[in-house]
T-cell receptor, first 116, second 110 residues
Framework: DTGVSQNPRHKITKRGQNVTFRCDPI?????LYWYRQTLGQGPEFLTY????????KSRLLSDRFSAERPKGSFSTLEIQRTEQGDSAMYLC??????????????FGPGTRLTVL | DAKTTQPNSMESNEEEPVHLPCNHS???????IHWYRQLPSQGPEYVIH???SNVNNRMASLAIAEDRKSSTLILHRATLRDAAVYYC???????????FGTGTRLKVLA
């Protein structure tokens, strides 16, 4: 178990540029989540994948945000035309369903985005 | 949406027990209560979860009120490494959306 990895760990970009983040989940986990966290706040849910299917998206996720999980393995989160308000930590988590219809999420270290 | 309420911060002395409360009066009958913690500059880390009965694991205990409208995370002997933000989390009913809230920042005094 190598844990959830995220790349890059830090990204600085200029307003208007596109950025893409990658998440590699724990290998046997079929569930994958993306969250956004700003300073002093808890993580906010962005989207959820079960295998390759994106089953849920938050209303927070504007049209500039898109996420994919081809073949149900790694996932990417792309932000187009970045704005300063997009500056945040982007967290990925993976899980598999436990007994009793819940799951335990394992989080990656996050990608910190700074938009200048 | 499912909502949790926690104190913003708490302090504890090292090697003493800590009780971290959480109110979740809007919980639905089938929702699990999850607790995660987040150390500085790291992603959240699973602590414990439960449905109705009290739960114990190597990290902590979870005491759930009979009406399930509140719960308490118990760290039996706080250490300096337990200093973190602790989140009590529900999943919004009928969705995959986990709602974190602002959590409780635990300070452990040596």
């Amino acid at each position: 178990d190598t844990g959830v990895s995220q790349n890059p760990r830090h990204k600085i970009t200029k307003r208007g540029q596109n950025v893409t983040f990658r998440c590699d989940p724990i290998s046997e986990h079929n569930r994958l989540y993306w969250y956004r966290q700003t300073l002093g706040q808890g993580p906010e849910f962005l989207t959820y994948f079960q295998n390759e299917a994106q089953l849920e998206k938050s209303r927070l996720l504007s049209d500039r945000f898109s996420a994919e999980r081809p073949k149900g393995s790694f996932s990417t989160l792309e932000i187009q035309r970045t704005e300063q308000g997009d500056s945040a930590m982007y967290l990925c988590a993976s899980s598999r369903r436990d007994r009793g219809r819940t799951d335990t999420q394992y989080f990656g270290p996050g990608t910190r985005l700074t938009v200048l | 949406d499912a909502k949790t309420t926690q104190p913003n911060s708490m302090e504890s002395n090292e090697e003493e027990p800590v009780h971290l409360p959480c109110n979740h009066s809007t919980i639905s009958g089938t929702d699990y209560i999850h607790w995660y913690r987040q150390l500085p500059s790291q992603g959240p880390e699973y602590v414990i979860h439960g449905l109705t009965s009290n739960v114990n694991n190597r990290m902590a205990s979870l005491a759930i009120a009979e009406d399930r409208k509140s719960s308490t995370l118990i760290l039996h002997r706080a250490t300096l490494r337990d200093a973190a933000v602790y989140y009590c989390i529900l999943r919004a009913s009928g969705t995959y959306k986990y709602i974190f809230g602002t959590g409780t920042r635990l300070k452990v005094l040596a």
